[in-house]
C-alpha cells in the first residue's frame, strides 16, 4: 500500500534546506547533495529530519547542515530512536566541546551505529558513575573524581574510565568489568604504584621506567608485573572482588610460556612489597629475557608523564596545606597567650605511625604541650594523602609553618580540575531546552555572594513610615501562630474531663452503660513551615519597584518575626548563563539583626533575570531544612529575561520546568508580582492558582504581608 | 497505690558490655555524686546496652523510656485513671523511678517536645525534686535514684537539638562505633560468627560509614552487623545477609543500595 502522503522531491527539500541554512550555503556549499540523498527517505522520515533540521539551526547552522549531510545514511542505519539519540549525543558533544567536536559527532554516524548495537549490552560510563564514585568513597574513604576519557587509567587524584565497556553481551558483566577497572585504578593509588621519591618529588616509576633501553617495553612489563603486585594487596581487603578479577586475568600461572615470568614475581606477592620490588622485577625480567602475559581485561594504561605533573602540583601544595593547618592548630590550642608571648613558644610535637599495609592502618598522634589532641578530620584528609603518596609521613612535614604561607581557600577552587575555566566557586546546574525536550547539563553556573549592606536607617524610615499599620500586621499574624487546642472526650488523655465523668456516673447509676471517653488530650497545632523569599533584583526593578521590593521585605520580617516560620530572604540577577548571581540578604539561621537589615537596605537593581537556575539552587536550600511545609515565594517585577537569549518562550519554559522540579520534591512554588501582564504567562509558570498579581507598586509592601498570611493559614 | 512491680525492671543476668574506655567509671562517679548523667552518639552503638550494664552492676531497677514529639509531661510524670467509677492516680515511669529508687533513661531525648523535657529541670539539678502538681505532691530523690538521657547529636536538624538549659545539668558521655578490634570481637561474642568473617563484616561497616554526608545519613551501626553475623550463623549467604541486615535497612535510594551492594560482593 503506497504512502497516502508523497515524500518530497529533491527539489522541495532543497527548497527547504536553503531556508534553514541559508547562514551556511554558498555557490561551493550547497544543500543539492543533501536534498538528493534525504529525497530518498520515506516522507515520516523527511518530516522527521526537516523539523531536527530547523531545531537544530537555532542553536548552529554548522551542525545543522552537518546534520542534514549524514541523516539519510543514519536512517540506513538505525531505527527513529536510534537516529534521535545520534542527534541527542551530537549536540551534547556540541554543548560541552564546541563546534569541530559536534560537528565531527555528526559526520562519525556509523560508529555512533555500530555503538548503537552492541549498545544494548554496554555499560556506559554516565550510567553507571553515580555508583561507582560512592563505591569508590565507600572503599576508600577518600572522595576521587571519576572522569570519562577514551582509556582507563589515572593520574592518582582523578580515575579516569572508558566511556563505554562492551566486552560482553549483558550490561551486568559489563558494569562489573568497569567496576573492575574503577577498582583497580583505586587501588594503584592506594598501593603505591605512583609512589614518590622524597628527594626529588617526582614518582620513582618516572625516573626508573626512562632508565631502561626500551622504555615503551619496560612500562609495558611494569604493568603485568605490577598487576601481580596489586592484586595481591587488593586479595586481603577485597577478597570477593578479586575472585571476580581473576577471572578475567591474563593466563599465567598455568601456562608454561609464562613459567619464567611466574618465578619472578612470585615474592611481590608478600604484603610488605612496594613498588621498587615490582621495578626490581622489571629488570629482572628484561635481563633473562622472559615472556610477559598480555593485559588483563581490567587493566588499564599508565601515562607516565600525567602522572608526574600531577604529583608535583599536588606534593607542594599538600605540604603546606598539612604544615599551615598544623600551625593554625597549635595557634589555637596553645597556651592562652600573654602580651608579648613568641607564638614559637606554642610547641606542638607530633608523632606520626606509619602504614602497615592494611586500608587504613596507620594513625596519627598528635600532642601539643604534652596533651594527646585528637586530629582534625581535615588534618587527617591531608595526612592521609600524603602518607599514600610517600608510603610515609616525611619528617620535614612535621613542623608547623606560619598560615601566612598558605591561603587554604584557594586550594578548593584550584584543585576542581575542569577543563572548562570555571569561575571561582560557582555551582554548576542544568537549563531545560524546551525546544530539543531535554537537558542542557551543568549550562549554568551561579554564585552566591552576601548583599552589601546599605545604610540601616532607611529600614527604620520604613518602619517609620508604616508604624500605624504593623502593629495591625502583627495582630492579625498572631492569630496564625501555634495554638494549644484542648479535645474533650478522649478514650485517654492527660486529664480527666470532668464534665464527661459527672454524666456518665449519673447515666451508670441509672443502669446504663459508662462510656471510657472521660478524657481530656491537649494537643498542641505547630506551625512547621519554612519559606524562601526570591527576590527580583534586575534592573527593571530600578526606581519605584526597588523601593516597593525593599518596603516588602522590612514589612514582610516584622510579621515573620511574629510567627515562628523559619525564612530566608535571597535576592537574584546576574548575566547570561555563567554569571548567575545570588544575594543573600538572610539565611534561615540566621537572626533579623541589624546585620540582615542592612543587607535590605543595600537590595540595588543589577542586571537581568535568570529564574531557572535560581529555583533550582533555593529549592536545593529548602530541601536541606527540616520543616513539614516548605515554600518558596518569587517577588518579581516580570518576565524571565537573560542578555544570551534566556526570554521568551524558551525562559519561560526553563522556569516553569524549575518549578515542577520543585512541586515534585515537595516544595510549594509562589509568585508574586507586579507585572500587568502576569496572566499572560504566570499560569503557565506557577500554575493557575499560584501566583497574585498586584496591581499597584505602591500597594506591594502591605499585599505581600497580606498574601503570605492567606497562603500559610 | 497502683504501681508497677519493682522486680519486673531488675536485671537479674550480668548483660555483656564491652567497655570502649572510661564510661563505666564515670557514670558510677555521676551516680554516687547524684549528677545526671547524658550520652549523646549515633545509634546502635552500645548506648542502651551499656545502660542494662550499669543497672546490672548497681543492682538498681532500670526504667526506660523511649521519646517521641507526642510525648507529654503526663506520660512521664503521671496521671488520674478511672477504675471502678473511682479516680485513682497512676505513677508515670519518672515519678515511680524517684519515688521507689532507680535509674530512669529517657532514650532519644530530642524526639520530645521542649515544653515536656523541661519536666526533667528540677530533677537534674542539686534540687532533685520532681513536683507533682496534680496530687500536690513533692517527690524527692533518695541517693539511689539516677536520671539519664540520651540523644544522637549527628542528626544536624534546626528543631532537634537540647538546649544549653538543658544540657548544661549533665555529665555527659560520649558514645561512638567501636574500634575495629573491640567491634569485631563483640559481633563474635553476640553471634557466635567466625573471625574472619567479623573480620570483614566490621570493614563493610568502615566502608558504609564513610558514606555518611555522601547521601547516607548513617553508617552501619554494630548492632546491624551482629544482626548480619547472625543470619550468616544461620546459614545465609553472607552477601544477602548483608544486603538484608545492612543495605536495604541503611537507605531506599536505588544507586545508593547499588554502591553498597557492590561493596558486599567484593568484600565478601
Known amino acids: ?713 | 497505690m497502683h504501681t508497677v512491680e519493682v522486680e519486673d525492671y531488675t536485671i537479674a543476668d550480668k548483660p555483656y558490655y564491652a567497655p570502649q574506655s572510661q564510661e563505666v567509671e564515670l557514670f558510677e562517679s555521676a551516680y554516687r555524686n547524684r549528677i545526671p548523667v547524658l550520652l549523646k552518639g549515633p545509634t546502635g552503638c552500645g548506648k542502651t546496652r551499656f545502660m542494662e550494664f550499669m543497672a546490672w552492676r548497681l543492682q538498681l531497677p532500670l526504667v526506660t523510656v523511649s521519646c517521641h514529639d507526642d510525648l507529654t509531661a503526663s506520660d512521664l510524670v503521671g496521671r488520674y485513671l478511672i477504675v471502678g467509677g473511682e479516680t485513682s492516680w497512676v505513677d508515670g515511669p519518672l515519678a515511680h523511678a524517684v519515688r521507689v529508687g532507680g535509674i530512669c533513661y529517657l532514650d532519644e531525648i530530642v524526639e520530645a517536645r521542649k515544653d515536656t523535657t523541661v519536666v526533667i529541670h528540677p530533677l537534674a539539678d542539686d534540687r532533685r525534686v520532681l513536683p507533682v502538681e496534680k496530687t500536690g505532691e513533692l517527690l524527692r530523690a533518695g541517693p539511689e535514684f539516677n536520671l539519664t538521657i540520651s540523644y544522637n547529636p549527628g542528626y544536624q536538624s534546626v528543631l532537634k537539638d537540647l538546649k544549653q538549659s538543658t544540657r548544661q545539668r549533665f555529665v555527659a558521655l560520649s558514645f561512638d562505633y567501636p574500634q575495629k578490634a573491640l567491634e569485631r570481637e563483640i559481633i563474635v561474642h553476640e553471634s557466635s560468627v567466625d573471625d574472619v568473617t567479623a573480620e570483614a563484616l566490621v570493614r563493610f561497616a568502615a566502608m558504609t560509614r564513610n558514606l555518611r554526608g555522601s547521601g547516607l545519613e548513617e553508617g552501619a551501626s554494630t548492632r546491624l552487623l551482629v544482626h548480619a553475623a547472625k543470619m550468616i550463623v544461620a546459614g545465609i549467604a553472607p552477601v544477602d545477609a548483608c544486603n538484608a541486615s545492612i543495605t536495604q535497612t541503611l537507605t531506599d535510594d536505588p544507586e545508593m543500595t547499588a554502591s553498597i551492594h557492590e561493596m558486599a560482593t567484593s568484600l565478601f
Not at chain 1, 617526582?202 to 617495553?217: F, S, T
Open chain 1, 1 to 713: 500500500m503506497p504512502n497516502a502522503i508523497e515524500a518530497l522531491t529533491a527539489a522541495q527539500v532543497e527548497e527547504r534546506l536553503d531556508e534553514l541554512l541559508g547562514a551556511v550555503l554558498s555557490s561551493r556549499r550547497t544543500a543539492t547533495e543533501p536534498a538528493k540523498t534525504m529525497s530518498a527517505l520515506t516522507r515520516p522520515e523527511q518530516d522527521f529530519a526537516l523539523h531536527w533540521a530547523g531545531v537544530i539551526a537555532k542553536s548552529n547552522s554548522e551542525m545543522a547542515y552537518q546534520f542534514v549531510d549524514r541523516v539519510a545514511q543514519a536512517f540506513e542505519l538505525m531505527d527513529s530512536s536510534g537516529v534521535e539519540g545520534w542527534i541527542i549525543a551530537a549536540m551534547d558533544t556540541y554543548d560541552r566541546n564546541g563546534l569541530y567536536p559536534g560537528s565531527a559527532a555528526f559526520r562519525d554516524v556509523e560508529n555512533f551505529a555500530a555503538g548503537l548495537s552492541q549498545g544494548h549490552f554496554a555499560a556506559t560510563f554516565e550510567n553507571h558513575v553515580g555508583v561507582l564514585e560512592k563505591y569508590v568513597k565507600g572503599v576508600s574513604g577518600r572522595a576521587l573524581a571519576l572522569k570519562a576519557d577514551e582509556q582507563a587509567w589515572t593520574d592518582t587524584e582523578t580515575l579516569y574510565l572508558p566511556e563505554t565497556t562492551c566486552s560482553f553481551d549483558s550490561v551486568q558483566m559489563n558494569f562489573q568489568l568497569l567496576k573492575s577497572m574503577t577498582a583497580y585504578l583505586w587501588a594503584q593509588t592506594r598501593f603505591g604504584t605512583f609512589r614518590i621519591d622524597r628527594k626529588t618529588g617526582v614518582p620513582i616509576i618516572c625516573a626508573e621506567i626512562a632508565k631502561h633501553a626500551d622504555a615503551q617495553r619496560a612500562l609495558e612489563i611494569f604493568g603485568a608485573v605490577e598487576e601481580v603486585r596489586v592484586m595481591a594487596r587488593m586479595k586481603r581487603e577485597l577478597p570477593g572482588l578479586v575472585r571476580q578479577m581473576n577471572e578475567w586475568t591474563a593466563p599465567s600461572r598455568s601456562n608454561p610460556e609464562f613459567e619464567l615470568f611466574d618465578e619472578v614475581v612470585a615474592p611481590l606477592a608478600h604484603p610488605q612489597s612496594d613498588v621498587q620490588d615490582s621495578l626490581a622485577a622489571v629488570a629482572e625480567i628484561i635481563r633473562r629475557k622472559a615472556n610477559c602475559p598480555e593485559a588483563s581485561l581490567f587493566r588499564g594504561t599508565v601515562d607516565l608523564e600525567r602522572v608526574r605533573v600531577a604529583a608535583r602540583g599536588r606534593v607542594e601544595k599538600e605540604k603546606q596545606l598539612f604544615q599551615s593547618m598544623l600551625a593554625t592548630m597549635a595557634e589555637n590550642l596553645g597556651k592562652p597567650a600573654a602580651e608579648d608571648s613568641d607564638p614559637a613558644e606554642t610547641a606542638a610535637s607530633i608523632d606520626v605511625h606509619a602504614e602497615t599495609g592494611d586500608l587504613d592502618d596507620w594513625s596519627l598522634e598528635l600532642t601539643i604541650d604534652g596533651e594527646p589532641v585528637e586530629p582534625p578530620s581535615e588534618l587527617m584528609e591531608a595526612a592521609s594523602s600524603i602518607v599514600q603518596d610517600f608510603g610515609a609521613m616525611p619528617d620535614e612535614y612535621l613542623v608547623p609553618a606560619g598560615p601566612g604561607d598558605y591561603r587554604s581557600g584557594d586550594e578548593a577552587a584550584e584543585s576542581s580540575g575542569d577543563a572548562e575555566e570555571s569561575p571561582r566557586d560557582g555551582l554548576h546546574y542544568d537549563e531545560w531546552d524546551y525546544r530539543r525536550n531535554h537537558y542542557r547539563k551543568n549550562w549554568c553556573v551561579l554564585r552566591e555572594t552576601e548583599m552589601h549592606p546599605g545604610d540601616v536607617r532607611v529600614v527604620e524610615e520604613v518602619l517609620e513610615k508604616y508604624a500605624h499599620l504593623i502593629a495591625g500586621i502583627r495582630k492579625t499574624f498572631e492569630v496564625l501562630r501555634g495554638d494549644d487546642r484542648l479535645q474533650r472526650r478522649q478514650k485517654q488523655g492527660d486529664d480527666i474531663d470532668i464534665e464527661a465523668l459527672v454524666e456518665n456516673y449519673v447515666d451508670s447509676r441509672q443502669g446504663m452503660e459508662m462510656s471510657d471517653r472521660l478524657f481530656t488530650k491537649s494537643r498542641r497545632v505547630d506551625r512547621d513551615l519554612a519559606v524562601v523569599f526570591m527576590v527580583d533584583v534586575s534592573g527593571s526593578t530600578k526606581g519605584w519597584i526597588n523601593v516597593a521590593e525593599r518596603e516588602s521585605l522590612v514589612l514582610l520580617c516584622e510579621a515573620l518575626e511574629t510567627l515562628d516560620d523559619r525564612y530566608a530572604i535571597y535576592g537574584f540577577s546576574g548575566m547570561t548563563r555563567k554569571r548567575c548571581e545570588l544575594y543573600r540578604v538572610k539565611r534561615f539561621d540566621e537572626p533579623y539583626g541589624r546585620r540582615v537589615k542592612e543587607r535590605i537596605a543595600g537590595l540595588r537593581p543589577q542586571d537581568y533575570t535568570r529564574m531557572g537556575v535560581t529555583i533550582r539552587h533555593l529549592s536545593k536550600l529548602l530541601l536541606e531544612v527540616e520543616a513539614k511545609t516548605k515554600v518558596l515565594i518569587t517577588l518579581s517585577d516580570g518576565k524571565p529575561d537573560d542578555y544570551d537569549g534566556y526570554r521568551g518562550e524558551y525562559g519561560i519554559e526553563d522556569t516553569r520546568q524549575a518549578l515542577l522540579e520543585a512541586k515534585h520534591a515537595g516544595i510549594h512554588p509562589f509568585c508574586i508580582t507586579i507585572d500587568t501582564q502576569a496572566h499572560d504567562y504566570l499560569p503557565r509558570m506557577y500554575g493557575h492558582v499560584n501566583y497574585a498579581m498586584v496591581n499597584d507598586v505602591r500597594k506591594l509592601p502591605l499585599s505581600v504581608s497580606s498574601i503570605y498570611r492567606r497562603l500559610t493559614a
